[in-house]
């Protein structure tokens, strides 16, 4: 039955979060390094590309013979490891339906090719999961996001090597196993496009090690999809009740201007950005895909039978992301601005927030649409929100407008596009709690309904408090969005 403003009863509204970006506690309990531990904390004016999202082998060395004296933000996270039932109480206050949250892999497997898992680790989620179902919560939970055990960079340099897929597969039907009839909504890997943008954060590999590292990504893109239907075929056969998605980061490209060829480049761009989800949804390589591997002069290694578990095991939900819009234009003018994992050029009919990524809550909609006219299967918006700099007022109020104005304006476009027809399963605001950031790793860049009172150096006692914005998103709920 649907309710007068179109969503469904049931619409999972609620927030999502990742294991690295809130847990902390990164050598507790027996957990293993992973990727993400080895991201450092670099001020604004000192960022490059190799030292704060991917990793070199340099830097690696360093870090582990204790040379290095930077700052790791995520390895302490917001404390959520320690502080998660007064989180979770907080979440529910809200009226949350859902809560998105990873499985640090090296917390189940320290170093990722164990044959045993960490008891200590899946306890941990269990009491998690246990207690958000206390509150009618429903757990949406990723198997992977941006957290690839060291172990397997060390033995494997990661996702290049094939190994790393039964590595997965066998964490998957571990944490399948364990947390049957607990979660009902599962995730493989996060922005599964990063592979090819960052493969260090995505896949755990270091690139000055291979050759053609951008080959190699795409063999471990074709490692990953792999590993993502070998996931859905044993979740379907260990909790047939449960269901399992994808996640891309949803890139809208449009043109620069109405000139055929920069519609053309804009046409190619999103359809490299719906390759992930073409395979995930319809099974299979593209063609257009098969065209670039050939024009690169790449060649993948595809063993027997994969083609045929790509096309036997696509997901039952089409999840994603979506925080902006990008400019895709046959020439190297224009203003460019950044945005999430890759920069765009300037679009004169947009604001940016304070980081440059553009604000374009119409683009929600057209996205919406299109995905279901491409597949025709549920979608999930499992991540939207926006990045800001909060001032705490003398008497610890927070007025965050800006936060809701975005909020409301993209809740009003998929309100739409659910009434264009799109079949919608629920919504996920990012960062309902202040946490790391992923790309900075900064905690200025908030993203909460609730603060956490800690800066970017790690000062700060850690308290929670509540921003305007959590009143509003109580009220979004509570009237399944018709109270915006
Ligand atoms: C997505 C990631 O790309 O964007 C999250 O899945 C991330 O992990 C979010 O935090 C926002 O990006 P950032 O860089 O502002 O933290």
């Excluded at 279901?372 to 990045?387: A, M, Q, S, T």
């Amino acid at each position: 039955m649907e309710t007068n403003t179109g969503f469904k009863d049931g619409f999972l509204w609620g927030g999502a979060t990742a294991a690295n970006q809130i847990e902390g506690a990164f050598d507790e309990d027996g957990k293993g390094l992973s990727s993400a531990d080895f991201v450092e904390y670099i001020p604004k004016d000192q960022r490059t590309k190799d030292n704060h999202m991917e990793v070199t082998t340099e830097h690696i060395q360093k870090v582990l013979s204790g040379e290095h004296t930077g700052r790791f933000p995520k390895r302490e996270g917001i404390d959520f490891y320690h502080r998660y039932e007064e989180d979770i109480k907080l979440l529910a206050e809200m009226g949350f339906k859902a809560f998105r949250l990873s499985i640090h892999w090296s917390r189940i497997f320290p170093k990722g090719y164990e044959a045993e898992p960490n008891e200590a680790g899946l306890a941990f989620y269990e009491k998690v999961f246990k207690t958000l179902k206390s509150y009618n919560i429903e757990p949406v939970v990723t198997l992977s996001h941006y957290e690839t055990p060291y172990g397997l960079t060390e033995r494997y340099n990661g996702w290049v090597d094939r190994a790393v897929v039964g590595h997965f597969e066998h964490y998957a039907k571990t944490v399948f196993n364990r947390y049957k009839g607990l979660v009902k909504y599962w995730m493989t890997f996060n922005e599964i496009n990063i592979i090819n943008i960052s493969p260090f954060t995505g896949g755990g590999i270091i690139s000055d090690k291979l050759e053609n590292p951008t080959e190699a990504s795409y063999q471990a893109l074709h490692h990953q999809l792999l590993a993502s239907s070998l996931a859905t075929k044993a979740l379907r056969e260990i909790d047939a009740d449960a269901q399992i998605g994808c996640m891309l980061a949803r890139m809208k490209h449009y043109p620069y201007t109405c000139n055929p060829e920069d519609v053309l480049k804009a046409m190619q761009e999103d359809q490299m950005n719906l390759l992930y989800t073409d395979v995930h949804a319809l099974g299979e390589y593209p063609n257009y895909y098969k065209q670039f591997l050939k024009e690169n002069d790449f060649s993948l290694k595809i063993e027997d039978g994969d083609l045929e578990t790509l096309k036997a095991y696509t997901v039952d939900y089409i999840s994603f992301s979506y925080y902006m819009s990008l400019l895709s234009a046959n020439s190297e003018e224009g203003e460019v601005t950044e945005g999430n994992l890759m920069n765009s050029l300037k679009n004169p009919y947009l604001e940016a927030s304070d980081w440059g990524w553009q604000i374009d809550p119409i683009g929600l909609r057209i996205v919406l649409n299109e995905f279901w006219d491409r597949y025709h299967k549920p979608l999930f918006i499992v991540e939207n929100g926006l990045g800001a700099k909060d001032v705490v007022e003398e008497d610890g109020s927070i007025h965050d407008t800006y936060r809701i104005d975005y909020l409301q304006k993209h809740i009003q476009e998929m309100k739409k596009a659910v009434q264009d027809g799109v079949d919608l399963m629920g919504y996920l605001a990012w960062g309902p709690i202040d946490l790391v950031s992923m790309s900075t790793s900064e905690m200025s860049k908030r993203y909460g309904f609730i603060y956490v009172d800690k800066d970017d150096d790690g000062n700060g006692t850690g308290n929670r408090s509540k921003k305007d914005s959590f009143d509003w998103y109580k009220e979004v709920i509570l009237t399944n969005g018709a109270q915006l």
